[in-house]
């Protein structure tokens, strides 16, 4: 197939007006709420990992979020604003970005302010209200599709050199991201441009990430790849494909964001003017053929909206639409736009979570006040022990969630340390031998029953306290590890 030649210039000015415009009202909704309401457990997960248990890699994430989110606390001690502000500027940028690539398209001021509005809209915005890998990276996914879409324009190389570098990064965020390359590359070799693959400084790119990734790439294979087995763990979470196609595309957006997603794929693939990406297009569906196919998570296709959305901007302002359509298309943005803002927590943590089909952002309270309460029953439990006996008890958790909601909530109760052999938490290690007795929180107390003399039940379905250890932990450990 014949690769079209691409314009090498553009005279699109940049609509920094209108699109720094969406991009501040975006980053001040999430500004405003993410105070609210507390903790996410994932949130606690990669702080408590960070903080405490810094590395070069974990079971189920490469060290970039626990590193940050760290850092932010570590600049603004218990702070929800300052360490979910990264995520704030992300989600803010990544409208920058988005409009941006309709600008590559050759989008003028109305296109690249439809552009920005689609990516505001989504669902991208609303779940970054958290610091999360899922988070940070589709930000970064948005920013490798603009600099190929710039380099499928104006070939220059050192833009590919750039793309390695922003992979870097990724790659310390989530291990994700070399699907898109293989996508790209695939799809590049039968649609054009196949001299992308010849391209010496695309390779010094991918050299880059490379060897930024060995550290963490080493930290895996001295624990065995512990980071392969997440495939299972998401597999076992596979919600059925009707319910992952559902939540894939109505996580562009309930309203424009859809119709935008559908419609810029289609016109990457069938448009003249949009031919020389057509690559990139083809790359989005292998994206989403290769998540449903691994029974991967829907949201893995949150880094795939921008260049469509980018695409069905341009294309409808090239069109010659009846007048009145922008009648319609105002309104069906501030649905949008409002969709989204009830989404986000504006709302008292008492509220209903949603009003037919649409979720309110109270629900967010749902995942994280309740976890107060359950790190103050395992704390006040913990401190209620005799002094001696508390000298002696370590504190275990089941899950991953219990174990960094108290390890985080449990410095009043005298709880700086918490133990569990699930996800990372396995690889923290196990509690010193001087610990001969458990303080349990979980569901199935029979995780430790074999390896104590002693059980009590403290709290009903929720906490136990174990004593008489008749093993050493060295022997116990490794019979505790759990994905």
Not at 211 to 220: A, E, G, S, Y
Not at 284 to 295: D, E, K, R
Request: charged share 10%; net charge positive; hydrophobic share 50%.
């Amino acid at each position: 197939m014949v690769t079209v030649p691409t314009r090498q210039t553009t005279s699109v000015a940049f609509a920094r007006g209108p699109v720094l415009a969406i991009a501040g009202l975006a980053g001040l909704a999430l500004l405003l709420t993410s105070g609210r309401y507390a903790g996410g457990f994932d949130e606690l997960y990669f702080l408590v990992a960070g903080r405490d248990h810094l590395s070069w890699g974990y079971f189920d994430q490469p060290p970039l979020i626990p590193a940050l989110a760290a850092a932010m606390d570590w600049l603004a001690p218990g702070s929800l604003v300052v360490l979910r502000l990264p995520m704030t500027l992300a989600a803010a940028a990544g409208v920058v970005v988005t409009a941006l690539i309709a600008r590559e398209f050759g989008g003028g001021r109305g296109a690249q302010a439809m552009a920005a509005g689609c990516y505001a809209t989504s669902s991208i915005v609303i779940v970054s209200h958290w610091i999360g890998t899922y988070v940070l990276d589709p930000f970064l996914w948005t920013v490798v599709a603009w600099l190929l879409v710039r380099w499928t324009r104006t070939r220059r190389d050192g833009l590919l050199v750039w793309a390695g570098v922003v992979t870097a990064v990724s790659l310390e965020t989530k291990f994700l991201i070399p699907a898109l390359w293989a996508a790209v590359l695939l799809a590049a070799a039968v649609f054009g441009p196949r001299e992308l693959l010849r391209r010496p400084k695309l390779w010094l790119g991918a050299a880059i990430a490379v060897v930024v990734t060995i550290p963490t790439l080493v930290w895996q294979a001295a624990h065995g790849w512990p980071y392969t087995h997440m495939s299972e763990v998401v597999a076992a979470e596979f919600p059925g494909y009707g319910p992952w196609v559902r939540d894939g595309l109505l996580g562009a957006g309930i309203g424009v964001g859809v119709l935008a997603l559908l419609y810029g794929v289609w016109r990457l693939l069938r448009s003249a003017e949009l031919r020389p990406y057509r690559y990139l297009g083809a790359a989005l569906i292998l994206v989403a053929l290769a998540v449903v196919a691994t029974q991967g998570r829907s949201y893995y296709l949150m880094g795939c909206y921008a260049v469509p959305f980018a695409a069905a901007a341009t294309e409808l302002t090239r069109r010659n639409l009846v007048s009145w359509w922008k009648a319609v298309a105002w309104p069906v943005f501030v649905l949008s736009a409002v969709v989204t803002l009830v989404a986000l927590p504006v709302w008292p943590a008492s509220a209903r979570t949603s009003f037919g089909p649409f979720s309110l952002g109270s629900a967010f309270a749902q995942g994280e006040l309740p976890q107060q309460d359950l790190a103050k029953a395992i704390g006040q439990t913990y401190a209620a022990l005799p002094p001696a006996v508390r000298a002696r008890t370590a504190v275990y958790s089941e899950i991953y969630p219990f174990a960094a909601v108290t390890e985080f909530y449990g410095a009043p109760y005298g709880i700086h340390t918490v133990y569990s052999g699930h996800r990372a938490y396995w690889y923290f290690g196990p509690p010193p031998e001087s610990a001969d007795a458990v303080l349990f929180a979980g569901f199935d107390p029979g995780l430790l029953r074999p390896y104590f003399a002693h059980e009590t039940q403290v709290v009903d379905g929720l906490v136990w306290e174990y004593d008489g250890r008749t093993a050493p932990w060295s022997q116990i450990w490794p019979a505790l590890k759990r994905q």
